[in-house]
C-alpha cells in the first residue's frame, strides 16, 4: 500500500504542473490583462498604468511568470490577488467552506433519495411505482438547476418561510454557537432542495440498472437457492455489489463541489467559490483564477486516489497490486 | 432465518427512524427569532453588488471600494448634490489669492480621528505626498498636475494648508477631493515601503482609522460589511445635535440584482436602485410594501457611437482605408446621426425611463451642460436625402455606395453582458440597413474591447459610455486630442482637425478662470463643437429611479450623492 501511494503522489506533481501550465498559458494567451480592466477611467493616466503593470509583473514573459508563480507554490504561496490585494487563500477560503457545506449537504440528500427510489423502483420493475417515481425523476432531471432556484426563491418571498438568498443572517455574529448552526440550516434547506433533487433522477436510474443487472447474476441465483430469504439476498448480495461504481462515482464528486453549483449560486446568491471564479477569469486576475484551478485539481486527483483505495476496501476482487498494474 | 428477517426489519425501522429524524431536523431548523428591526436599532441595510477591492482610499479603483470607504474618510471640500458647487468638508473655508495662483485652506480644529489623535494639517500632507508617490499607483494624482507638475503644498501651522499653483488652476478644488489619511497611523508603514498592501481588505476593521460619519466594525467578505456611527463626528444639526442620526449601517453584498430586488421586497434591505422594467411593478406595490419609489434624476454619464477616425489603424502601406474618409466626412456622419432613433431605444431598452442625448455633458451637470443645443431628429429621409447630396447613392437595391463606389459596410461593437447596449446597436444596426449601409454586429467581452480601442485600435464604430463628474476638466482625457481617451483617434502628437485644436484650446482656458458661472462658456462651447462635428453620436441617458422605505426621513438621493446624508434616519415609532 506504501508504495502504492508513494508511486501515485509521484504521479500527481508532473499532472498539477502540466494542468497549471496550460491554464496559466491559456490566462495570458487571451488579449488584454488586468490592468485593462482600468484603461477606460478617465481618472487613471497611462504612466499608474504602466507602473501598475511593472508591480504586478505583468510585463514580464510568460515564462518567467509562470516559474515564479509556481516558485511561490513550491513554498505554499497561492500569491497575492490583482484585484483584492491579498492572499488568493484569504479569498478562497471562506467561500471554499460555503460551497463545500452546501455541496456535501445536498450530495447527501441526493444519495438518501436516490439509493433508496433506485432499489424500490428495480424491486418493483414495471409496475405503477416503478413509473411514477421515474416519471418524476426525469422531471427532475430536466428543470435546469438555476430555474429551480428562481422558483425556489419565488416560493420563499411569497411563503415568507426561508431566507432569501444568502448563506447566513446579517445578525450571525451576534448570535450563539446553536443559533448559528440553526441560522446555517436554515439557509442551506432550499439550495439544498434545489441542487439535491436535480441530482437524484441520474443517481437513482444508475441505481435501478446496476441492481437490474446484477438480480440475475449466478451468485444471486445460488443465494436465492440457498433458500436465503428475498430482503437478505437484495441487501447482502445485490446492494453490496450494485454500489461498486458508487464509490468511484464519490471520488470524482470531491473536484465538482468546487465549481459545480456556480448557475445556482448565483441566482440564491450564496457567496461561492463559482462567481468569484467566473468575476476572476473576466478580470484576469490571474494568481486568483490559479488559485482556484490548483484546488480543483489537487482535489479531483485526491479524490481518484481516495476512491481507489476505497474500492480496494468495499470489493474485495480489487487490491493495490491490481490497481497498480492497471 | 428469524434471525436475518428480524435483522432487515430492523433495518427498515432503522431506516424509518433516519428518515424522520431528518424531517424534523429540516422542519426544527427553522429559526423563529424576532425580525430584525432596523427602525428600532436605526440601522440602515442596503445592498452593494461586489466585495471591496481594498479599504486604504489612496489604492480604490474600483466603485465597491469607494463605497465600502466613502464613508469612513473625508476630504477638504465636498459637493452639493444640489447646487453643484462645493462646501466645506475637513476645511472650514479657503480663499484664493495672489491672482489666483495660492489657495489657503483653514481646516476645523474640532476633528478627531477614531483612534483620538487629532486631525492637522500634517495628515493632509502626508495625504499628497502618497498620491504624488510613483510608487503607489493611483487614480488621483492625474487631476492633481497641473501642465505635468505636482502641486506645492505647505502648511505654516497646523491647521492650515497652502498650496501654491504655477497658474491659476480652476479644477484644483475639486483635485483636493481625495480622502485624508491618517500620517500617525500609516507613516511608518509607508516610509518602510509597505504602502500598497497596508489595509487591503483582511485588515481588522478597528484597525481602519478614519474620521467619518462611520466606523467600519465588520467585514464578512462575499457577505456583509456593517458600520456604526462615529461619536465623535464633527459635524452637528441645526439643535447642536450630533449627527449622523442613524447609529448603524449594514451593506449586504449582493451580486445578482435580481436577488437584490427580491430581498427588497421581503424587508431584508431599505433601499434598492431598481432597473427601468422594475420602477411600474414596484409602484403598484407601493402601498403594500410601504415604500417610497421616487425619481433620482437623469444619468450622469454619456452613451454614445463613437467612429473611429485613426489613420493608424486605416492607412496601410500609403493606401487610405474607405472607411477613414467617411467617417471624417461630417456629411456622413450628420446623416447617421438623423438615423438614431433615441425615442425607439427609449420605449424599447429603458421603457420610457430615459431622455434622449443631446450633449456629452449631461443636463444634471447644471452649470457646465451646455442647454443651447438642437437635436439631430430622427428622419431617415432626411438622412437619405443628406447622402445622396453628398454623392453616397444606391448603387445596387438595398446597397449604398461612397462617391467612389466602395458599398458602405462597416463593424459595430460594444461589451457583452449589458442587455441594453445590444437592443439599441440593433435598433441603429436595422435603421442603418433601410439607408442601404450594412454594419456587421459583433459585441467584444470587455478587455478585448479595450485593447481594440486602446492599442490595436482595430475597429470602426462602437457603443460605449463613460461616467460623468461635475468637474468638466476630469473629461479632459476624452477631450483633448493627446488623451489616451480621445477614443476616435487617440494620443496625437498633434491635433489632427482645426476643431480638435480649438477644443484643446478652450480646455486649457477653461482652467484658468475660477469662477464656475465665468468658466462654463468654454465647456458650452466645446459641447457645441462635438455637435456639430459629430466624431461621437450621442444616444439617451436612463432616468434612474430609487425605492425606499417610508419609514426612513431625510432621504433624499440625488445622482451626485445624498443631499444631507447625515441627517437620514428611521422615523420613530
Keep these: 500500500m506504501l508504495r502504492f501511494l508513494t508511486r501515485r503522489i509521484a504521479i500527481m506533481i508532473p499532472l498539477i504542473i502540466g494542468i497549471t501550465f496550460i491554464s496559466f498559458a491559456a490566462m495570458s494567451l487571451i488579449p488584454g490583462n488586468f490592468v485593462a480592466n482600468l484603461a477606460l477611467d478617465p481618472r487613471i493616466s497611462p504612466r499608474v498604468l504602466k507602473q501598475m503593470e511593472a508591480e504586478f509583473g505583468l510585463d514580464q514573459p510568460l515564462m518567467l511568470r509562470y516559474a515564479r508563480w509556481l ?26 467552506l460555503n460551497t463545500v457545506i452546501l455541496a456535501l449537504s445536498s450530495m447527501a440528500l441526493t444519495w438518501l433519495l436516490a439509493i433508496p427510489i433506485g432499489i424500490i423502483v428495480a424491486v418493483r420493475q414495471n409496475s405503477m411505482l416503478d413509473r411514477t417515481l421515474s416519471f418524476l425523476s426525469f422531471l427532475g ?45 436554515d439557509h442551506l434547506i432550499l439550495p439544498t432542495l434545489v441542487l439535491g433533487l436535480a441530482g437524484v433522477a441520474s443517481l437513482m436510474r ?36 450494485a454500489l461498486n461504481p458508487f464509490v468511484t462515482m464519490a471520488g470524482y464528486s470531491l473536484a465538482d463541489l468546487l465549481g459545480g453549483a456556480a448557475l445556482v449560486e448565483s441566482v440564491m446568491n450564496l457567496q461561492g467559490l463559482g462567481l468569484l471564479l467566473l468575476n476572476a477569469v473576466m478580470k484576469r486576475d490571474v494568481p486568483l483564477v490559479m488559485g482556484s484551478v490548483l484546488m480543483g485539481t489537487v482535489l479531483l486527483l485526491l479524490g481518484n486516489l481516495l476512491a481507489d483505495m476505497a474500492l480496494v476496501a468495499v470489493d474485495p476482487r480489487v487490491n493495490f497490486t491490481t490497481l497498480e498494474t492497471q | 432465518m428469524a434471525d ?27 429559526v423563529s427569532r424576532p425580525r430584525n428591526d432596523h427602525a428600532a436599532t436605526q440601522t440602515l ?72 489623535a487629532p486631525f492637522t494639517a500634517r495628515d493632509v500632507l502626508f495625504t499628497m505626498r502618497v498620491i504624488y508617490d510613483p510608487k503607489i ?56 515601503g509597505r504602502f500598497n498592501r497596508i489595509w487591503g481588505i483582511d485588515t481588522p476593521p478597528d484597525r481602519l482609522i478614519g474620521l467619518g460619519a462611520f466606523l467600519m466594525t465588520r467585514y464578512v467578505p462575499a457577505q456583509l460589511i456593517a458600520y456604526r456611527r462615529n461619536p465623535d463626528y464633527w459635524m452637528r444639526d441645526e439643535h447642536g445635535a450630533p449627527l449622523p442620526r442613524l447609529k448603524g449601517e449594514v451593506h449586504l453584498i449582493v451580486p445578482d440584482q435580481n436577488a437584490q430586488y427580491l430581498q427588497f421586497q421581503s424587508g431584508m434591505t431599505d433601499v434598492y436602485h431598481p432597473r427601468p422594467e422594475e420602477v411600474w411593478p414596484l409602484e403598484q406595490a407601493a402601498k403594500r410594501l410601504d415604500i417610497t419609489v421616487r425619481k433620482v434624476g437623469i444619468d450622469t454619464g454619456s452613451l454614445f457611437f463613437a467612429f473611429n477616425r485613426n489613420p ?5 502601406g500609403g493606401v487610405v482605408d474607405p472607411r477613414l474618409k467617411w467617417f471624417t ?62 454623392g453616397y447613392r444606391m448603387i445596387r437595391p438595398g446597397v449604398r455606395g461612397d462617391p467612389e463606389g466602395h458599398p458602405l459596410v462597416f463593424r459595430l461593437t460594444t461589451n457583452t453582458g449589458v442587455p441594453v447596449r445590444d437592443q439599441m446597436c440593433a435598433i441603429f444596426k436595422q435603421d442603418l440597413q433601410q439607408l442601404g449601409i450594412t454594419v456587421n454586429y459583433r459585441p467584444l467581452d470587455f478587455i478585448t474591447l479595450v485593447k481594440a480601442l486602446d492599442s490595436s485600435f482595430d475597429w470602426d464604430c462602437v457603443l460605449i459610455g463613460f461616467t460623468g463628474t461635475i468637474e468638466p476638466n476630469d473629461a479632459s482625457d476624452f477631450l483633448r486630442s493627446s488623451g489616451n481617451l480621445h477614443i476616435w483617434d487617440p494620443a496625437q502628437p498633434k491635433p489632427a482637425t482645426p476643431w480638435e485644436a480649438q477644443i484643446d484650446h478652450l480646455m486649457d482656458e477653461g482652467t484658468m478662470v475660477v469662477d464656475p458661472y465665468k468658466r462654463a462658456p468654454y465647456y458650452w462651447q466645446i459641447q457645441q463643437i462635438l455637435h456639430d462635428q459629430l466624431p461621437i453620436i450621442e444616444t439617451v441617458r436612463a432616468v434612474t429611479y430609487i425605492a425606499y422605505r417610508n419609514t426612513l426621513e431625510n432621504y433624499y438621493p440625488t445622482v451626485w450623492g445624498f443631499y444631507h446624508p447625515e441627517w437620514i434616519e428611521f422615523r420613530a415609532q
Design chain 1, 206 to 241: 444508475l441505481m435501478r440498472s446496476q441492481i437490474l443487472e446484477i438480480k440475475n447474476a449466478d451468485y444471486v441465483r445460488t443465494a436465492r437457492a440457498k433458500g436465503l430469504p428475498e430482503s437478505t439476498v437484495l441487501y447482502k448480495h445485490v446492494l453490496r455489489n
Design chain 1, 71 to 96: 516558485w511561490g507554490i513550491a513554498h505554499l504561496r497561492l500569491g497575492v490577488s490583482l484585484a483584492y490585494r491579498v492572499d488568493v487563500i484569504h479569498l478562497i477560503g471562506p467561500r471554499v
Design chain 2, 137 to 192: 499607483p493611483n487614480s488621483m494624482v492625474s487631476a492633481m498636475m497641473i501642465d505635468g507638475k505636482p502641486i506645492a503644498v505647505s502648511a505654516p501651522d497646523d491647521y492650515t494648508v497652502v498650496a501654491r499653483l504655477p497658474r491659476p488652476f480652476a479644477p484644483i478644488l475639486s483635485s483636493m477631493q481625495f480622502a485624508i489619511l491618517p500620517a500617525h497611523a500609516l507613516a511608518g508603514a509607508y516610509e518602510a
Design chain 1, 141 to 185: 432531471m430536466s428543470v435546469p438547476a438555476f430555474f429551480l432556484a428562481f422558483l425556489a426563491i419565488d416560493f420563499a418571498l411569497w411563503s415568507g418561510w426561508f431566507p432569501i438568498g444568502q448563506t447566513m443572517s446579517p445578525d450571525y455574529a451576534s448570535l450563539d454557537l446553536w443559533s448559528r448552526i440553526a441560522d446555517r440550516a
Design chain 2, 4 to 30: 436475518t428477517d428480524s435483522g432487515s426489519r430492523g433495518r427498515r425501522l432503522a431506516f424509518v427512524a433516519i428518515a424522520a429524524a431528518v424531517a424534523t431536523a429540516i422542519c426544527g431548523c427553522r
Design chain 2, 329 to 390: 466626412d461630417v456629411n456622413f456622419m450628420r446623416a447617421l446621426a438623423h438615423a438614431v432613433d433615441k425615442q425607439g431605444m427609449i420605449d424599447l431598452c429603458y421603457r420610457g425611463l430615459a431622455v434622449p442625448a443631446v450633449s456629452d455633458v449631461s443636463p444634471e451637470n447644471k452649470i457646465y451642460h451646455n442647454p443651447n443645443l438642437k437635436d439631430y431628429d430622427y428622419d431617415l429621409e432626411e438622412a437619405a436625402q443628406i447622402l445622396d447630396r453628398a
Design chain 2, 312 to 316: 493608424r489603424h486605416y492607412v496601410r
Design chain 2, 45 to 116: 441595510y442596503d445592498s452593494m453588488v461586489s466585495d471591496p477591492g481594498t479599504f486604504n482610499p489612496v489604492l480604490v479603483t474600483d466603485s465597491a471600494s469607494a463605497v465600502a470607504t466613502g464613508d469612513m474618510f473625508e476630504s477638504l471640500t465636498r459637493v452639493n448634490p444640489r447646487t453643484t458647487l462645493f462646501e466645506p468638508g475637513l476645511a472650514q473655508s479657503w480663499k484664493f489669492s495672489d491672482g489666483d495662483k495660492t489657495l489657503t485652506f483653514h481646516l476645523r480644529h474640532d476633528v478627531k480621528w477614531s483612534d483620538g
